[in-house]
Structures are given as structure tokens and as C-alpha cells.
């Protein structure tokens, strides 16, 4: 799979001035809440409305979907609205129903990206179709398995995709539910420039009050559109309610975002240098994060040297360290010199971490 002009076709021909962006309940509960969902969304920036048919729930016994009944009422969200539909296909039988009922969009979610089988039998299924078709991440930071789904798919001759970006579970505790990792998804747009990019702040955040940040990195990041959970009782939503925001809210969202548009040269020239600082500012605090990490690991050390009454400074240790670390930078295109002056720094700090740990 190459990159192509033609991958952001079916995105041109929406002829939006202003990113996409897909809203709607995390899940389709009853008939009443999908259609008053999708009035209050009719006259908005919203050109997709999403609602899960199928629910794919990590526990069992949770809400897993109202099933091919609600397909009926997407069909009457598009006749009432206008707006486009879309929901989350997980197996043969999904796809079938889904585009049996007209359904526009079909994405598949992070659990089923994770299963190569899976994605194989979603595409055979999909073979030739024109319908839209957006990838989620897979739910664990792996790139490879995220493009093989794509590639996939687009083997399957499925030529209007795109990708959703959702964040990717950790086992450690962040303020995120799914850890952004913006590398990732920088490293795919870097690839596939063309293949559209959708943030899915909703599922990255967790909870609703970080998603305008969350919405505007993307954007910094040149991302093409926003998928944004949207629920008219967010609180008493049956599923993810704690993300969900009210329709009122999705429109303060999308007024206080700011938009970089390419206008003229000058414009276009400043754009991409907003997107690559963007992508500098993930990285420095992606920097800032591993270094309070190292230095927490340190002084861990620190406390062991402390009851065993060691010396801090285990010269032998720190010049293998150095050694490889050198070799390594070579591999990145660093310098002798920069690396020796990088981890000089970072290691003088563990020396006075310990040192106050030992003196303490
Ligand atoms: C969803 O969009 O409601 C969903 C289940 O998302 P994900 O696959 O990203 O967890
Ligand atoms: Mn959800």
C-alpha cells in the first residue's frame, strides 16, 4: 500500500470548510433517544452521526448493544436530518446488516483492529464495497497492526478509508482512559499523508472535561476531523457516560476550537510549522515524562544503595552505559558529543537524587 492523492477523495467530496467531525451516543438505546440525539445535531458542523449498534464490551454483562433494530432507526436519522450514519462493524453479519440498511460509514473499533482474523473477515466481507470505511487504532500501541488493517482492506479493494485515533490502553494509571501516544499517530500521518486521520477524543479522554484540549492537539496535529460521543443525558447514557457531552456542549467544543486553515503560501508555510511544533511539543513532554521516570527509578536505587550501604557512583555500570548509549545514538544520527552531554546531565541528576537519599 502507497500513498495516494486519491485516498482523501471521499473526505473532498464532503466540500467541508472546516475539519470533519462525527457526533453522536457512544450506543444506540432506544428509537426516541437516536432521533432527539440527531435533531439537536441536524443544523450543526456534524456531518456524520454515529451511534454504536453493536457494543464490543471489555467485561461481559454490560450494555452490549440494542442489535440490528437500531439500524432502523439510523435509517431515520438520515431521512429526518440529512446527516450521514455511521457504527461499528465487528463481524461478517454486521457488515452485511449495516450496508443492507444503508448505513454510510462503517468503522471498526479498536478490539477488533487488535485481531488480525478478525480484520481478515471484516474485509472479505467488505470486498469492493464504496462505502467509507475508518479504522480504529488497535486498543494496544502497536503501528504494524493498526496499518496491516488498512492494508487489509485495501488489498480487499476498499478504497475509501481512513483512520481513527483513540488513544491505547497502558496498565499504568494516567488522567487519560486511553494514553494518546501522538507519536503513532504522527508516524502513520508521516506514511500516509493522505489517508484521512479522525481523533476520537471521547475514548482517549474518559472523561468529557478533557476533551476540547484533547480535540485542539489534534487539530495542531493536522488531524482531518473529530469523533466526539454525544448524548442528550450524558450522566444516565447506558454506556460511557462519563465521556459523553450534550449536543449544547458539542457546539461550544467545536466554537472554541481553532482551526489552521491553508489559504495562501505564507498561510500553508506557518500551518506546517504549527503542525511540526505540535508534534515537538508531544515530544518534549513525551521527553519530560521518561525523564521523571528515570529519575524516579534512580532514587528507587538510591534507597536499595542507601540499606545495603553502597557507594552512589558504581563507575563500571556507568561506563557500559555510556558506551552503548553512544553506539546507539549513532544508530539515531546523534553525535558523540551530544549523547555524552545528554546523559552526563541525566546522570549527574540520579547521582543527586541518590546522594540526598544516602545523606538523608
Ligand atoms: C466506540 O466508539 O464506542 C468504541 C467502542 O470505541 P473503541 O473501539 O475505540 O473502544
Ligand atoms: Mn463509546
Known sequence: MENKKEMRQWLNNFGLDHPLVIGGPCSAETEEQVLKIAHELKDTDVTVYRAGIWKPRTRPGMFEGVGAIGLAWLKKVKEETGLLTATEVANKDHVKLAIDNDVDILWIGARSTVSPFIMQEIADALNGTEKIVLVKNPVNPDLALWLGGVERLYTANIKNLGLIHRGFSTYEKTKYRNIPEWQIAIEVKNKFPDLP?????????????????????????????????????????????????????????????????????????????NTLRAQIDVIDQTLLDTLGKRMRVASKIGEIKLSN??????????????????????DRDLSEEFILRVFK???????????KILNS
Not at 204 to 231: C, K, P, V, W, Y
Not at 345 to 355: L, P, R, T
Open 345 to 355: 546531565a541525566v546522570h549527574q541528576e540520579s547521582i543527586n537524587k541518590q546522594e
Open 309 to 330: 550501604n553502597v557507594a552512589v557512583l558504581q563507575n563500571k555500570r556507568w561506563n557500559e552505559i555510556l558506551g552503548k548509549m553512544i553506539l546507539e545514538g549513532q
Open 197 to 273: 486521520m479522525i481523533c476520537d477524543p471521547s475514548h482517549i479522554a474518559g472523561r468529557r472535561d478533557l476533551i476540547l484540549d484533547i480535540s485542539q492537539a489534534a487539530l495542531d496535529l493536522n488531524f482531518d476531523g473529530l469523533m466526539i460521543e454525544t448524548h442528550w443525558d450524558p450522566d444516565n447514557a447506558w454506556s460511557d457516560a462519563a465521556q459523553q457531552v450534550t449536543p449544547k456542549r458539542l457546539v461550544e467544543i467545536m466554537k472554541n476550537l481553532k482551526v489552521r486553515k491553508v489559504t495562501d503560501d505564507a498561510e500553508a508555510y506557518q500551518n506546517e510549522l
